[in-house]
């Protein structure tokens, strides 16, 4: 279980660090040029394969649930203090499948990551140099761009009120699993496949701290000169 846990930590620090690189890749980029509208633009081409994955996700959850799609957009706009990449009009449903739909992202984002590191594992591309620039170009492309925003999680209040009424009905029932009973869900196989995403999601954060650290020193330059 602990692994488990330990995944889905390093989930949530790749969450935070997408976000705070994010704000230096903007806060250079308008350093830069000194330009909103630049900025923004620079950043939509930055991140636009990830972008086109993120909204893709969406659309195919969303077909796949039975809910009605509209246009797809991937120009990016000002959203408040933040910038939309992109959007795909998603018809009004009920929370569960809306919830989905809002996690799809995430949900395609993490495969992409596992199974691309696996099979750059298996197929030893890590000794190829081209192989490498484009891992890690897709990693980062992925590993910021799949998290999902405050509009895709409209569904997660109603659904996390849902479940703890239905823990809180199961506890009064008298029917509360043990720990040792979550444990025995787990076999092997699966223990092995979280085991492996603890290291593989390794990469990724260490690329986004990077990327970070060198952004930090290159804006403090940016700004003595």
């Known amino acids: 279980m602990e692994i488990v846990g330990l995944f889905f930590l390093e989930l949530l620090t790749l969450f935070l660090l997408s976000r705070a690189l994010q704000k230096k890749i903007s806060l250079f980029f308008y350093t830069l040029s000194g330009s909103i509208k630049v900025t923004v633009?620079?950043?939509?081409?930055?991140?636009?394969?990830?972008?086109?994955?993120?909204?893709?996700?969406?659309?195919?959850?969303?077909?796949?649930?039975?809910?009605?799609?509209?246009?797809m957009v991937l120009i990016p706009k000002l959203d408040g203090q933040s910038v939309k990449l992109g959007s795909v009009s998603i018809a009004r449903t009920d929370p569960f499948r809306r919830l989905l739909i809002g996690l799809a992202p995430f949900l395609v984002g993490t495969i992409i990551i596992i199974f691309?590191?696996?099979?750059?594992?298996?197929?030893?591309?890590?000794?190829?140099?081209?192989?490498?620039i484009l891992i890690l170009y897709a990693l980062f492309e992925v590993g910021n761009t799949m998290f999902s925003s405050k509009k895709d999680l409209e569904g997660a209040l109603f659904m996390g009120v849902f479940l703890i009424i239905v823990c809180g009905v199961l506890y009064l029932l008298g029917v509360t699993p043990s720990f040792h009973q979550l444990q025995n869900l787990l076999n092997d196989n699966i223990?092995?496949?979280?085991?492996?995403?603890?290291?593989?999601?390794?990469?990724?954060?260490g690329l986004d701290l990077a990327l970070i650290f060198?952004?930090?020193?290159?804006?403090?330059?940016?700004?003595?000169?």
Request: no cysteine; proline share 4%; net charge positive.
């Open 116 to 132: 691309l590191l696996f099979l750059t594992e298996k197929n030893g591309l890590w000794q190829t140099p081209l192989a490498i």
């Open 191 to 205: 223990i092995h496949i979280f085991y492996q995403g603890v290291l593989y999601l390794l990469i990724p954060l």
């Open 41 to 71: 633009y620079l950043l939509a081409i930055l991140f636009l394969p990830g972008t086109v994955i993120h909204e893709v996700a969406h659309y195919l959850m969303a077909r796949l649930l039975f809910v009605t799609t509209g246009a």
């Open 214 to 225: 060198v952004l930090s020193i290159s804006l403090t330059l940016l700004r003595r000169g």
